[in-house]
């Protein structure tokens, strides 16, 4: 079963830069889509990026395109999410979360095509 843990959040200040982890146990991440979701107070969990498994295509939202940065590590079985000029509205818990075991599986950026979940890291970007 995958076991998903989140890493390197933080306070960051605006214009700054942040790298999160997300770190498996027992099972080789490449053969997983993962994806970064986050959830700001009062807000519903909305998807950030993803990466898929196979031709490693990425996706990410029109909020973070150009700033966010998703990679795998497979030396360290990981997978990153760099965030660069961050704004306050990135403010939030952010979640990476695992999809189905696949060779080729394209990634999707809805929560539904995600079964497993991470405990999140929060993201707090402020002057």
């Known amino acids: 079963q995958v076991q998903l843990v989140e890493s390197g959040g933080g306070l960051v200040q605006p214009g700054g830069s942040m790298r999160l982890s997300c770190a498996a146990s027992?099972?080789?991440?490449?053969?997983?889509?993962i994806g970064w979701f986050r959830q700001a107070p009062g807000k519903e969990r909305e998807g950030v990026s993803c990466?898929?498994?196979?031709?490693?295509?990425?996706y990410y939202a029109d909020s973070v395109k150009g700033r966010f940065t998703i990679a795998r590590d497979n030396a360290k079985n990981t997978v990153w999410l760099q965030m660069n000029s961050l704004k306050p509205e990135d403010t939030a818990i952010y979640y990476c979360?695992?999809?189905?075991?696949?060779?080729?599986?394209?990634?999707?950026?809805?929560?539904?095509?995600?079964?497993?979940w991470g405990q999140g890291t929060q993201v707090t970007v402020s002057s």
């Open positions: 979360a695992a999809g189905r075991r696949s060779l080729f599986s394209l990634c999707a950026l809805s929560s539904r095509d995600y079964n497993t």
């Open positions: 027992g099972v080789t991440l490449g053969y997983y889509p």
């Open positions: 990466i898929s498994t196979g031709t490693s295509t990425t």
